[in-house]
């Protein structure tokens, strides 16, 4: 177990190094210390997105954060959960493949409405919050 988190960190390590969008970008489940607000690439994908042009805005998501390391993921994963982009915030988290991202993958921003309505209909909030999470990575 502990020899998989060293090879995991070291991969990580050389991905940075590697990386031919970014240099580093420390994680950031709380703060966010990398501009991804200046990436032009990203901002571009997003307009694709947001024109609902999928077809070509799903390849473009891909080749972007392909080579991304899972440190780089995460910030992504924050900054788009920041400006409340929750399908490629928790897209990005998956893509980390490590557990860190868990408030990315599961956002809880209809928590208030879900568990108000939860009681009134006797349904566990955890099954609506989880079928939300779905319905929004597909």
Not at 6 to 25: G, Q
Not at 56 to 77: M, V, Y
Request: hydrophobic fraction near 45%; proline fraction near 4%; glycine fraction near 2%.
């Amino acid at each position: 177990m502990a020899i998989s988190l060293v090879l995991r960190e070291k991969k990580d390590k050389e991905h940075m190094i590697t990386n031919r969008f970014f240099s580093s970008a420390k994680p950031a489940l709380k703060k966010n210390n990398f501009s991804w607000a200046k990436n032009d690439h990203l901002k571009d994908i997003l307009k694709l997105f947001k024109s609902q042009t999928f077809s070509i805005a799903l390849p473009e998501w891909r080749f972007f954060i392909k080579d991304f390391s899972t440190h780089e993921l995460l910030s992504l994963a924050s900054y788009l959960s920041d400006i409340k982009i929750y399908d490629r915030s928790i897209s990005a988290a998956i893509y980390s493949q490590t557990n860190l991202g868990f408030e990315f993958r599961y956002p809880l921003i209809y928590k208030d409405a879900v568990i108000k309505a939860c009681k009134e209909n006797n349904v566990p909030p955890w099954l609506v919050m989880g079928l939300i999470q779905t319905r929004v990575t597909i």
